[in-house]
């Protein structure tokens, strides 16, 4: 299993959440340590207003991978402006939804 984080908008969490696969932009750590997690995590949501964790078996040749809700690990939202991401599991994804309209 490979960790990867993805750049998503409302648009592409309503369809996870309707069942739908999605194609998002994926960064990917450059290493294995925990400032290396970080850097793609804060890439990932520069690029987008949520960022995703995911687990996948095979990365996808590009910039994009596929994914499914079951394959989300985690959704991270910058709630205050702040620059630090909180953290919330896939079983509130109705809240985050409410937050980013």
């Excluded at 970080?38 to 095979?58: I, N, T, Y």
């Amino acid at each position: 299993m490979t960790r990867l984080y993805l750049s998503a908008d409302a648009t592409a969490l309503e369809a996870l959440r309707d069942g739908a696969a999605v194609s998002l932009v994926a960064y990917q750590a450059a290493g294995e340590d925990e400032q290396d997690e970080a850097d793609a995590l804060a890439a990932a949501a520069e690029s987008g207003p949520v960022a995703l964790a995911v687990e996948v078996d095979d990365v996808a040749e590009g910039d994009e991978q596929e994914v499914t809700l079951e394959q989300v690990d985690a959704i991270h939202l910058d709630v205050d402006g702040s620059g630090d991401l909180a953290w919330y599991a896939t079983q509130e994804l109705d809240e985050v939804l409410r937050i980013l309209s």
